[in-house]
C-alpha cells in the first residue's frame, strides 16, 4: 500500500518542482509576444513559488535566474535602467529571492518536524505491529496497513491473529478516536484478545472477555468519552479449517473471495461495538461460514470502504476482488489496495487489511505463530 501512494506522491512532487521553471518561461514568452504588457511581476513570484518545493539553492538560483531574465529582456526592449521603476522593478526580484531563501528555511525546518513526528509515530505503531508470518496452521496470511496522510496520529485500526487449541483465532479492529486514548483502547483489546482467545473454548466468551476490560478501561480514564467504542469482527477458523465462525460488532462485513466470486459475510444479526456492551444483552451473536480450499478471507476498517473519488463516490473492494485471483492473500490484498489508490488521491483515514488463504492440501508449509498486530487511525 505504501508502494501506491509513494509513486503517486512522487509524481506530484516531481511536477510541483517545474512549477518555478514554467512560470519563468511563462514570463519569458509573455514579453517576447506582448511587449506592452509588463512581466516583473511573474518574474519577481519565481523564488517564491521555489520556496516551499525547492532546496535552498535551486531557490536562489530561481531568484537570479529571474534577476538575469529580467535585465536581458529589458536590454532587449532598449531599456538601460536609468529610470527608478526600472530600478525598483529589478530590486523587487533581489528583494524577494532574499525573502524566499528565509522562508525556505522555514519550509524546510517545518518539513523536518514533521518527518520525526512520523518517524516516531510509526515507531510506537511498529513497537505494537510485528510482521505477520507467511503461513500458519496450512494457512497463509498477509497484512497491510496505511495510515492517513494529513497527520502523524496514531489512532486505533488493529488486528491480531493468534493459533491457539481451539484453531487459528483472529480479530480486525477500529477504535474510535486517535492519540493516546486510542492507544491506550487498542493496547487494552489485544492484550485481552490474546488472553481469551488462548484459555476460552468459544467466541462468545472471547467477545464477553474483551468488553469486560474495554469497560473497565474507560471507568478508569476519566477523560474518555462515553462514546468511546471498538468495532471489530472476531474470527475463528476450525482446527480442520472447513468452518469460519465469526462475531461481527458494528464492524464493515468481511469478504470472502474464491473462484472469482466474492461473497460478502455479512452476520444475521447486528450487533453494537465492544465498549458499547452496557447497552445490549449478553448474547453474543456468532455465524458460521464454509470456508473451501483454496478460498481466501479479507477483512479490513473502513478506512478502505471510506475512501472517496473526486465525485464524493466511496470505493467498493468487490469488483477488484472479483476475477482472476492467485489463491495467495498478498495477492489478494495488492489488488484491493492498487484499485484503492487509483480511485482515490489520499486517504482520509488510516486503512488496515488482513488476508487469510485456506491453501489446498499439499501446499501449505508449516510457520510459527502468529503475533499480534495493531496499528493507528483518526476520526
Known amino acids: ?72 529582456l529589458a536590454l532587449r526592449e532598449g531599456r538601460t535602467f536609468s529610470t527608478r521603476s526600472d530600478f525598483v522593478a529589478l530590486a523587487s526580484i533581489g528583494v524577494l529571492t532574499v525573502v524566499a531563501a528565509f522562508l525556505n528555511r522555514m519550509f524546510a525546518h517545518e518539513r523536518e518536524q514533521l518527518r520525526t513526528s512520523r518517524e516516531v509515530a510509526e515507531a510506537v505503531q511498529r513497537a505494537v505491529l510485528p510482521a505477520v508470518p507467511d503461513r500458519v496452521r496450512g494457512l497463509a496470511v498477509a497484512a497491510r496497513y496505511r495510515a492517513a496522510q494529513e497527520e502523524a496520529l496514531i489512532g486505533g485500526d488493529l488486528y491480531a491473529v493468534h493459533d491457539t487449541p481451539y484453531g487459528l483465532r483472529m480479530v480486525v479492529g477500529d477504535v474510535r478516536g486517535k492519540g493516546m486514548q486510542a492507544v491506550t483502547m487498542v493496547n487494552t483489546l489485544l492484550g485481552a484478545f490474546h488472553a481469551a482467545a488462548l484459555q476460552l473454548p468459544d467466541l462468545p466468551a472471547i467477545v464477553r472477555g474483551v468488553e469486560v476490560q474495554l469497560q473497565d478501561v474507560k471507568s478508569r480514564q476519566a477523560d474518555a468519552p462515553d462514546e468511546a467504542f471498538v468495532t471489530a469482527v472476531i474470527a475463528e477458523v476450525s482446527p480442520d479449517r472447513s468452518v469460519l465462525r465469526m462475531a461481527n460488532r458494528g464492524h464493515p462485513a468481511p469478504l470472502m473471495v474464491h473462484e472469482g466470486k466474492v461473497t460478502p459475510l455479512e452476520p444475521e444479526e447486528p450487533s453494537l461495538p465492544l465498549g458499547m456492551g452496557d447497552l445490549a444483552g449478553p448474547d453474543v451473536p456468532v455465524d458460521e461460514f464454509e470456508w473451501p480450499p483454496g478460498a481466501t478471507l479479507v477483512m479490513f476498517t473502513d478506512g478502505i470502504i471510506e475512501a472517496r473519488d473526486r465525485n464524493g463516490v466511496f470505493f467498493d473492494p468487490v469488483p477488484p476482488l472479483t476475477g482472476p485471483l492467485p489463491p495467495d492473500p498478498g495477492a489478494v490484498l495488492d489488488a484491493m489496495l492498487a484499485a484503492l489508490f487509483r480511485h482515490t488521491e489520499e486517504l482520509e483515514d488510516d486503512a488496515a487489511a488482513l488476508a487469510v488463504t485456506h491453501v489446498p492440501v499439499g501446499s501449505a508449509g508449516r510457520a510459527p505463530s502468529v503475533a499480534p498486530q495493531a496499528g493507528g487511525s483518526q476520526k
Not at 51 to 70: E, F, K, N, Y
Open 1 to 72: 500500500m505504501e508502494r501506491y501512494q509513494h509513486k503517486r506522491a512522487s509524481r506530484r512532487v516531481r511536477w510541483s518542482r517545474c512549477l518555478p521553471a514554467a512560470v519563468l518561461l511563462t514570463a519569458v514568452v509573455i514579453d517576447l509576444t506582448w511587449p506592452e504588457f509588463s512581466t516583473f511581476p511573474l518574474l519577481a513570484a519565481v523564488s517564491v513559488i521555489a520556496a516551499p518545493m525547492l532546496s535552498l539553492a535551486w531557490t536562489i538560483t530561481s531568484g537570479v535566474a529571474a534577476c538575469l531574465a529580467g535585465t536581458l
